[in-house]
């Protein structure tokens, strides 16, 4: 029998709570249910209940009635400015507030009630049983339950835990059920209450399922919080002490792992003895978005510097099995450093970054080259400062050596660091066995200054040299009172604070230190950058209504980066970049193309041997170069690989080019061609010369020719080809004859008269996704473009175009996404129209179970200086699994993007 406790004296009103379920995100089925169940619950308890989903009701007025404010799986943003600041008053004059499941997934841009109800919402696995224990058995909410409480329901974790901040009433036993990707460990609340501002807040995390409300045990836990909060029942809410479960150094000498450590993916395989904790190498990865890499062993990450080391055996011959250390924020966002064998013959050690789910790894520059008598016994070490992660590695614990470049955790939220063990081969499972784990940082005086690195990047030639410009990344790490600030000057100049990466555009020496808050600096260190020579070159006149991208000049390659190793770099004498090394791509950064459009890319080869490609419709690769091989086309340049989908106009490994057409057209060894890629929407039409030698369309949802960005490949040593332009047009202009050719400019000391590239036909595309086909082999033909009538000079040149992208919410449920789309807000100067589309990886198109990686796609028309709103739905259904989705708006010459969260 449940006892009824009066409300304390000065109650002016007959004891009455309110149920508040208004939800602006994913909405729960069981709202009605639970409804129900709290009617009842006040029938049986002498309450009155009151329910509602309009959030008017939030006045101090109208508050002032109740005890207690049931918020049952609310989410998302649901009151206005004015009815929180009425909602914090009425706490701070004693109210109640009590948080079902999904409340925990309410107001995240509201501080205050982040502290009220103690967590906000991370992520769920399925729904499944878990053992729930009771850590408070006299609480009115907690009383009647068993030690260990087994039952069913969605099982939240939480962004970070509330211990310390809470009443903690019960835990779930994470090792009873899989927790998923953001397990929290063996501090894992699920049910808690505290005093607040004068007011009284219980949360519990269950009640997510219809069965839950008629549940007798969940009704009665549900009962006693209700009655506490609104101050019908008495109970003891007081927060003890924090327990000793910081982030720390573990020698692994008991026989179980400490509190500090959570396990993502466990199989219950771990264990811990004799000084070693064995894991095994189970089947996994974490590369690309989303990932399923098991038994990743974590503690949270201390903050400020910090350096975490540990020893490691592992007799690692295939597979990719690998181990070492991880810094986890999620599966999308980590930096691991390990050792991995893909074969007995073949073991190095590595550092891989991914930030958003897109992996930055170069095997040329995030290797570290172990001898072949590398021992199975090393070490590994893993140190954070200022949001910069370097990783070292060592085979005897004395003589450490880099391993790769630098990664960025900067934007990681509440990151955890320790562990990982896995392979990619299930027949290739062996034991990797950790000594220690070892964490340092901080503590006693510091008198030791900062290390600083430097790391230039930029379009680099086979000298050394870069294209126009560097830029140079400073990173300093100090383990003791932390980076102060970071310095740098450029050649003999007065040193300035370092605030993000520096633009170099003449040769000279980068001179940087850094200074830590015990006030040691350390010695000026240098970097020695060259700016190659730019020759004096006439820029190519585009042909009529393609704009040149790279027009033969230097200085025109300013908003192309590299991705991968190797570069371009001038031809002596001529007007040209010649590329060397490789495998790498040389990519216009500035602007994502949109069907229709058309690329017309002039090159030159000189040997049977030489190789290279135009890339089209891939995602931004970051430095990885094989990106665009996995998610865009190559139009190959070749002229003897023994596949002829590998050949030059072939759509590498897809479709051939038209061999007899590709004969006639193409010009020898040493002469120019000009190769025009035309694309509308999944159509892809190749000529060479004029003459039209492959047509395909792309069949490959994870392929999308219609949208992305686009690049020039080197594809390395010995496969030489020259750029003397790269031009673009969109929408794809009117085609012209081909007028006969002008010789080639060469470069010269002094200014040289306008120069004309080759100019070849480019077919008119129809509006639609099937233009009418010219034969193969072929020549397009139109009428050509008139010259324009002149037109006065203007007084003052045309301000440039400026477009805003606001509005996009960082996370929205399947359940909104469905049925009401994202909400987008564009702003433009000028009028024009744009293309709006919703974009996942290939991997996570998989996991929602559709073939596209394009969710949704739209456009919007803009009028000038008018804020317009649109909403973008997809086009099929889709699994409910938590992905990260970018929204790509392209506007004029700019492509604007937002990350979003779909939240399953």
Known sequence: MVVVLLAGAGTAHAQKVLVFSKT?????????????????????????????????AFTAANLDQYDAVIWLSTTGDVLSDAQQVAFEAYIKAGGGYVGVHAAADTEYSWP???????????????????????????????????LVWNRHDEWYNYRESPTGKVHVLANLDELSYSPGSGAMGADHPIAWCHAFQGGRSWYTGMGHTQDSYADPAFRQHLAGGIRWAAGYAAGDCSVPPPQPCAATTDEFDGMSLGCQWSIVRSTNQHTVGGGVLQVPTARGDLYGSGGDAPNLILQKAPSGAWEATTKVTIDAQAGSQQAGLILYADDDN????????????????????????????????????????????????LAQANGTVTASGSADGLTWQPIGRPGNASSFSTPRVGLTAVTNDPAQVTNASFDYFRLVGGGGPDATAPTVTAAPDGIPTQAGAYLNKATVTLAATDLGSGVAKVEYALGDGAFATYSGPITVTATGPVRYRATDKAG?????????????????????????????LYDGTIPSLGDWTMAGPGGFQPRAGECVIDAWGGMGLLWYAKQQLVSPYTIRAEWRIYGDDDNSGVFIGFPDPFDDPWKPVAEGYEIQID?????????????????????????????????WNVMEVQVVDQLITIRLNGVKINEYTSPHPERDPSAGYFGIQNDGAGADVSYRSVQVATPTPTATVTPTATPTATATATATPTRTATPTPTPTPTATATPTATPLGSIATATPIPAPAPQPPAATPAPKPSYTLTGVPARVSHARFAKRGLDLRLRSSVATTAAARVLVSARDARRLGVKSRVLARGTVKLAANTLERATLKPSRRLRKVTVTATLTVSVGTETLTKRVVLRG
Request: hydrophobic share 40%.
């Open 24 to 56: 602006a995100g994913f909405r729960h089925d069981s709202i009605p249910q639970g409804i129900t169940a709290i009617k009842a619950i006040g029938e049986a308890n002498n309450f009155a209940v009151d329910a509602t989903e309009d959030a008017s």
């Open 112 to 146: 205050w009630y982040g502290q009220l109800v103690g967590a906000y919402f991370n992520s769920h696995p399925a729904n499944q049983n878990a053992d729930v224990r009771v850590t408070d058995r006299s609480h009115p909410s907690t009383s009647h339950l068993p």
């Open 334 to 381: 980590y930096v691991k450093a390990v050792l991995l064998a893909r074969s007995p013959t073949e073991r190095f050690m590595e550092i891989v970054q991914e930030i958003g789910g897109s992996p930055r790894y170069d095997a040329a520059l995030d290797r570290l080259a172990i001898p072949a008598d590398f021992p199975k016994t090393f070490h590994v070490r």
């Open 520 to 548: 040691n600096t350390s010695a000026a260190a240098t970097l020695d950058v060259t700016i190659a020579a730019v020759p004096t070159c006439a820029p190519v006149t585009p042909e009529p209504g393609f704009r040149a």
């Open 639 to 671: 002229p003897t690989d023994g596949d002829p989908s590998r050949t030059t106009g072939g759509v590498y490994s897809f479709r051939a080019a038209d061999a007899a057409a590709r004969a006639l057209a193409l010009k020898p060894h040493g002469q």
